[in-house]
């Protein structure tokens, strides 16, 4: 089953609205047609980074949402109002939030349930934390994280998961192309036994986790591996448009 790889760029709480739109115009200048491309700014720069992209094939996201479509949310951004700024894609559970900002899962759950039900693609975060992982207790996390997911989804297009390990967020430590791989199948297998293979069989499942020039090749490259979630390499031009054309002709 042909899945186009879909790299994306997590630019987390970083960059001014000038470096931003630098980012953006340079990303859109030359991202590569055969592979999905998108960018996930500061939610304060998705109106000026969406207009530096505008007429490119680079997809605009978001690193957040709440669920709830308007109302007393002090500080909370809506699915309505990111898809008015032409947002295409939104982030749920990436392990900082789950970790750092504490958000539980039942939250994570309605998040991505507004996300997918408010039209958009969603990007569904799972991954174990380095103890989780020296316990064998990886595939129980990342099946209860992928758990998370209404099976309300229906269009397994707009379903992306991103398998990011904790242990290698941020910290220069990638998971091995096989490590990758055994997680890619089993939530691969996951996702079919809540759906079916063929829903299965369509998903993107992206790698994240100090992926970067050097790696993205070998991991993109394994079969279950469908392109890559990007924090730290997403934040120079040159490094992440290097990922992005790793990811040509991996399908
Ligand atoms: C991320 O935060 O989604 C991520 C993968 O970050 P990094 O590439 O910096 O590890």
Same mark, same amino acid.
């Given at each position: 089953?042909?899945?186009?790889?879909?790299?994306?760029?997590?630019?987390?709480?970083?960059?001014?609205?000038?470096?931003?739109?630098?980012?953006?115009?340079?990303?859109?200048?030359?991202?590569?047609?055969?592979?999905?491309?998108?960018?996930?700014? &500061?939610?304060?720069?998705?109106?000026?980074?969406?207009?530096?992209?505008?007429?490119?094939?680079?997809?605009?996201?978001?690193?957040?949402?709440?669920?709830?479509?308007?109302g007393a949310f002090t500080g909370e951004i809506s699915v309505e109002m990111l898809k008015d700024l032409g947002v295409k894609f939104c982030l749920t559970g990436h392990s900082?939030?789950?970790?750092?900002?504490?958000?539980?899962?039942?939250?994570?759950?309605?998040?991505?349930?507004?996300?997918?039900?408010?039209?958009?693609?969603?990007?569904?975060?799972?991954?174990?934390?380095?103890?989780?992982?020296?316990?064998?207790?990886?595939?129980?996390?990342?099946?209860?994280?992928?758990?998370?997911?209404?099976?309300?989804?229906?269009?397994?297009?707009?379903?992306?998961?991103?398998?990011? &390990?904790?242990?290698?967020?941020?910290?220069?430590?990638?998971?091995?192309?096989?490590?990758?791989?055994?997680?890619?199948?089993?939530?691969?297998?996951t996702l079919a036994f809540i759906w079916n293979k063929d829903f299965a069989d369509r998903v993107r499942i992206q790698y994240g986790g100090s992926m970067n020039p050097a790696?993205?090749?070998?991991?993109?490259?394994?079969?279950?591996?469908?392109?890559?979630?990007?924090?730290?390499?997403?934040?120079?031009?040159?490094?992440?448009?290097?990922?992005?054309?790793?990811?040509?002709?991996?399908?």
């Amino acid at each position: 089953m042909p899945r186009t790889p879909f790299v994306a760029g997590n630019w987390k709480m970083n960059l001014t609205k000038a470096s931003a739109i630098d980012l953006a115009k340079g990303i859109a200048k030359a991202a590569p047609a055969d592979v999905q491309v998108g960018v996930a700014p &500061p939610f304060v720069h998705i109106d000026a980074v969406g207009q530096a992209v505008a007429g490119s094939n680079v997809h605009l996201g978001a690193q957040d949402c709440y669920f709830q479509k308007n109302g007393a949310f002090t500080g909370e951004i809506s699915v309505e109002m990111l898809k008015d700024l032409g947002v295409k894609f939104c982030l749920t559970g990436h392990s900082e939030r789950r970790h750092v900002i504490k958000e539980p899962s039942d939250l994570v759950a309605e998040k991505a349930d507004a996300v997918y039900s408010g039209g958009l693609t969603l990007i569904h975060c799972v991954g174990e934390k380095l103890e989780q992982r020296d316990a064998n207790e990886t595939l129980d996390v990342v099946r209860s994280q992928v758990n998370e997911l209404t099976s309300k989804i229906d269009d397994p297009h707009r379903l992306v998961i991103a398998y990011e &390990p904790v242990w290698a967020i941020g910290t220069g430590r990638t998971a091995s192309d096989a490590q990758a791989q055994e997680v890619h199948a089993f939530i691969r297998e996951t996702l079919a036994f809540i759906w079916n293979k063929d829903f299965a069989d369509r998903v993107r499942i992206q790698y994240g986790g100090s992926m970067n020039p050097a790696n993205a090749r070998g991991l993109i490259n394994q079969p279950d591996v469908d392109g890559g979630l990007i924090g730290g390499a997403a934040l120079k031009v040159d490094t992440f448009l290097a990922v992005c054309n790793a990811a040509r002709g991996t399908i």
